[in-house]
């Protein structure tokens, strides 16, 4: 079955530190690839997406993430972190052919020092 | 622009009640979805619609079902509730197949 391992279940980081979140999923055909972000007590939100083209991805607030295919991976990162991306973020996989369903990793909760 | 709306946000239930789990979006969006999610286990598929009067089965359906009888709405019921049901529930919609996600809030149910 196909499945989404993110390596951090949490992460602590002070403020203005570098931010990388790895993501690794078991599927060898075409996917469509993404990251969210759960802030506390709200719903997910969309960072980023990958679904062709270019392999590093800009997404919303500095995220950027790199698909890497030989390596099955999308990693998430962002230079700085910032006190209020303190959240949950998911990465999550559509195999192509599927009826869209996302596969989500388990979360990785990032907290951020101020 | 209300996009994906889950009511109620918070419900307590006692084991073996039913309730319905309402989810409406107004964004003409064919496929929609019902998740849950617990902590450390990300989020699990329950059942998912393709568009009105199609439905199936995701990752984890027992104790759930679903109808679609309209493009906008999307309830999940549950029927003889269990402890094990315990978790938040987001619903979502989305364009076309693989396309990003849009969620509604959350509804957070306990089961006493």
């Known amino acids: 079955a196909q499945s989404v391992s993110q390596h951090n279940h949490h992460v602590i980081l002070s403020e203005a530190a570098s931010l990388e979140l790895g993501c690794n999923y078991s599927?060898?055909?075409?996917?469509?690839l993404f990251w969210y972000v759960q802030y506390p007590g709200q719903h997910l939100q969309l960072l980023l997406k990958?679904?062709?083209?270019?392999?590093l991805v800009k997404g919303i607030k500095g995220f950027e993430a790199e698909f890497i295919k030989s390596k099955f991976s999308f990693n998430l990162r962002k230079p700085s972190v910032q006190w209020s991306d303190t959240a949950e973020y998911f990465c999550?996989?559509?195999?192509?052919?599927?009826?869209?369903?996302?596969?989500f990793g388990k979360g990785t909760k990032l907290s951020v020092k101020p | 622009n209300a996009g994906v709306t889950q009511t109620p946000k918070f419900r307590i239930l006692k084991i073996g009640q039913s309730m319905t789990l309402q989810c409406t979006q107004d964004m003409n969006h064919n496929y929609m979805y019902w998740y849950r999610q617990d902590p450390g286990m990300g989020l699990k598929l329950i059942y998912y619609?393709?568009?009105?009067?199609?439905?199936d089965k995701g990752e984890v359906p027992n104790g759930y079902n679903v109808s679609r009888s309209t493009t906008e709405d999307f309830p999940l019921r549950l029927e003889l509730a269990a402890p094990s049901q315990t978790s938040v529930y987001f619903c979502?919609?989305?364009?076309?197949?693989?396309?990003?996600?849009?969620f509604g809030s959350g509804t957070r149910l306990t089961v006493v």
């Open positions: 990958y679904f062709s083209g270019d392999p």
């Open positions: 979502a919609s989305s364009f076309n197949a693989g396309g990003g996600y849009t």
């Open positions: 599927y060898g055909g075409t996917v469509n």
């Open positions: 999550a996989v559509t195999p192509g052919g599927s009826q869209g369903n996302l596969i």
């Open positions: 619609s393709v568009g009105a009067g199609i439905t």
